[in-house]
């Protein structure tokens, strides 16, 4: 087989697997997702990112942005299509910062010590982006005051600290077991 086939079949093989993870996100998605505080019930934990971060740390920081930009695309428009464009956006704005911090950490440093400074890194980068965005966002969207919604960032930090941090935890113990699969 030449250089070209191969790459070729490199190519195809990982953006297979990449295809499988939006897949799986979707269904986690679907399956897995509740309210963490009574008071704002819509914001929902959900695991699906999982599947994106563990793609991130296997392909890098662009393949994860790919795969969160497809995934959210997808998710907005079936299984969370309740949230519209500003899920999607939303979405695409937290757990993209996410993926570009970590995944270029973890591309760097491809350690347990690496893991755990990127997923930190990347949790602490979409905590403070997410405030931004929802200061600067959901009052477009949600027809709603600033005021309204620093009134909910207490709620929404944490959220976002929960979430990210969750599933940031969850990512760690799981990746040695799949990655076998992801670098075959």
């Not at 297979?16 to 939006?22: E, F, Q, R, S, T």
């Not at 505080?37 to 790919?66: C, H, K, N, Q």
């Not at 009052?139 to 599933?167: H, Q, R, S, W, Y």
Request: glycine share 8%; charged share 10%; hydrophobic share 55%.
């Amino acid at each position: 087989m030449d250089n070209n086939n191969l790459n070729t079949q490199k190519t195809t093989v990982r953006l297979a697997k990449m295809g499988l993870l939006v897949a799986i996100s979707i269904v986690l998605v679907y399956f897995i997702h509740f309210p963490i505080f009574p008071a704002v019930p819509f914001l929902e934990y959900d695991p699906a990112d999982i599947s994106i971060l563990l793609g991130t740390f296997a392909f890098g920081p662009l393949a994860g942005l790919l795969m969160t930009v497809v995934t959210a695309v997808i998710q907005g428009l079936t299984v969370s299509s309740g949230s519209g464009v500003y899920g999607i956006l939303m979405h695409i704005i937290a757990t993209g910062t996410y993926v570009l911090v970590a995944g270029n950490i973890y591309r760097i440093k491809k350690t347990k010590g690496g893991a755990v400074l990127a997923m930190v890194c990347g949790t602490i980068a979409w905590v403070v982006v997410m405030f931004f965005a929802n200061l600067i966002i959901t009052p477009l969207f949600m027809g709603v005051t600033k005021d309204v919604v620093m009134d909910l960032m207490v709620f929404i930090l944490a959220f976002n600290l929960i979430k990210a941090g969750v599933n940031s935890i969850i990512t760690f113990f799981l990746y040695k077991r799949v990655s076998g699969f992801l670098h075959k």
